[in-house]
T-cell receptor, first 116, second 113 residues
């Protein structure tokens, strides 16, 4: 079974609109972390935002926010006021593992295209 | 500046040859990781190391080998046993202790001819 599921292979959004990228996860751990990364065409992975499983408030970083719904095992990324530079691949990832033995599992990604 | 370097950015090899990809970090991170990315796909974990002289297989370790003799270095060897080695390879590091971020290198695009 997939541990991280991103159901939107591609999205097209008008510039300045808000966009939500979906991510659901599957784990039996009580302690885990959820990440979103951006990958432009250059290939580098850019960290956007992090949510810990025990964090009660949704994480926010500038125009990025993470809509964390623990009971639904959902960790959607919301980008407000989208810009042309937001066009990229976006990956959701989950950190699992015990102390000193952690690893990330990535979803298959969503390709976001911002239309002028 | 602190960060992760991978060299070279593009690498070409003939089929049947082993090739070693370099990954160096000066972030003083204990944990290092190697991922493989195929076109239009997510990242898959090849190997990871939480501490010097120790490493574990990830989800797709067959045909790859690693070493961790120094904290700052985690080279990956793609052996001739890897049946489909052409891919984009990314190295990452983290503190390894309930880390809130993995830092990534710029990647190496390997093409086997």
């Amino acid at each position: 079974a997939q541990k991280i599921t991103q159901t939107q292979p591609g999205m097209f959004v008008q510039e300045k609109e808000a966009v939500t990228l979906d991510c659901t996860y599957d784990t039996s751990d009580q302690s885990y972390g959820l990440f979103w990364y951006k990958q432009p065409s250059s290939g580098e992975m850019i960290f956007l935002i992090y949510q810990g499983s025990y964090d009660e408030q949704n994480a926010t970083e500038g125009r990025y926010s993470l809509n964390f719904q623990k009971a639904r095992k959902s960790a959607n990324l919301v980008i407000s006021a989208s810009q042309l530079g937001d066009s990229a691949m976006y990956f959701c990832a989950m950190r699992e593992g015990n102390f000193g033995n952690e690893k990330l599992t990535f979803g298959t990604g969503t390709r976001l295209t911002i239309i002028p | 500046d602190g960060g992760i370097t991978q060299s070279p950015k593009y690498l070409f090899r003939k089929e049947g040859q082993n090739v070693t990809l370099s990954c160096e970090q000066n972030l003083n991170h204990d944990a290092m990781y190697w991922y493989r990315q195929d076109p239009g796909q997510g990242l898959r974990l090849i190997y990871y190391s939480q501490i010097v002289n120790d490493f574990q297989k990830g989800d797709i370790a067959e045909g790859y080998s690693v070493s961790r003799e120094k904290k700052e270095s985690f080279p990956l060897t793609v052996t001739s046993a890897q049946k489909n080695p052409t891919a984009f390879y990314l190295c990452a590091s983290s503190t390894g202790l309930v880390s809130i971020e993995q830092f990534f290198g710029p990647g190496t695009r390997l093409t086997v001819l």
